[in-house]
Antibody, heavy 119, light 108 residues
Framework: EVQLVESGGGLVQPGGSLRLSCAASGFTFSSYYMSWVRQAPGKGLEWVANMNQDGSEKYYVDSVKGRFTISRDNAKNSLYLQMNSLRAEDTAVYYC????????????WGQGTLVTVSS | EIVLTQSPGTLSLSPGERATLSCRASQSVSSSYLAWHQQKPGQAPRLLIYTASSRATGIPDRFSGSGSGTDFTLTISRLEPEDFAVYYCQQYGSSPITFGQGTRLEIK
């Protein structure tokens, strides 16, 4: 069974940093694109970043470029999101998502971890 | 960036009725790389349809997708009580990947 378990969320002050982790199991992690998608309270879904299987290609939404970094460790079946210079508007539930093997369609979702940016 | 506009914002129907949800793109979606996701309150989304018309694993055949270019539709042939949720379209044909704002399907 495919499982994606996020951790690392919490309360952080504006300008602070946080690192999210996603532990994957039930599939060959190294064979899939992986993404982070977020959802602000009461709002819709917003794609944040994705990367290909070997990490050679990474893409970000404009609002997080230069502040967030997506990475993965295929040996540990893990995906990460380093978030720096956090702003109030980054407050959201962050979902780890498995995409396709050949395309970036979001095929499976984790349960999400809440990040709150507030003083 | 491709902007996806979903309509209607809210759809009120009864169990057993047919639901038709629309997703319109600001420019053509490459290779019909358009997906639909369902989200229930307090839950993560779930993939229903990919490549505009292919059902994901385990999705009942009352869910169907159609369309190409800039106009796409999700149809639920006969609504079950568990189908009342929020539905999002997603395009993954070009970067950045974008989602529509969602259609809320509520019980009438």
């Amino acid at each position: 069974e495919v499982q994606l378990v996020e951790s690392g969320g919490g309360l952080v002050q504006p300008g602070g940093s946080l690192r999210l982790s996603c532990a994957a199991s039930g599939f060959t992690f190294s064979s899939y694109y992986m993404s982070w998608v977020r959802q602000a309270p009461g709002k819709g879904l917003e794609w944040v970043a994705n990367m290909n299987q070997d990490g050679s290609e990474k893409y970000y939404v404009d609002s997080v470029k230069g502040r967030f970094t997506i990475s993965r460790d295929n040996a540990k079946n893990s995906l990460y999101l380093q978030m720096n210079s956090l702003r109030a508007e980054d407050t959201a539930v962050y979902y780890c998502a498995r995409d396709g093997a050949k395309t970036t369609v979001t095929t499976r979702w984790g349960q999400g971890t809440l990040v709150t940016v507030s003083s | 960036e491709i902007v996806l506009t979903q309509s209607p914002g809210t759809l009120s129907l009864s169990p057993g009725e047919r639901a038709t949800l629309s997703c319109r793109a600001s420019q053509s979606v490459s290779s019909s790389y358009l997906a639909w996701h369902q989200q229930k309150p307090g839950q993560a989304p779930r993939l229903l349809i990919y490549t505009a018309s292919s059902r994901a694993t385990g999705i009942p055949d009352r869910f169907s997708g159609s369309g190409s270019g800039t106009d796409f539709t999700l149809t639920i042939s006969r609504l079950e009580p568990e189908d009342f949720a929020v539905y999002y379209c997603q395009q993954y044909g070009s970067s950045p990947i974008t989602f529509g704002q969602g259609t809320r399907l509520e019980i009438k």
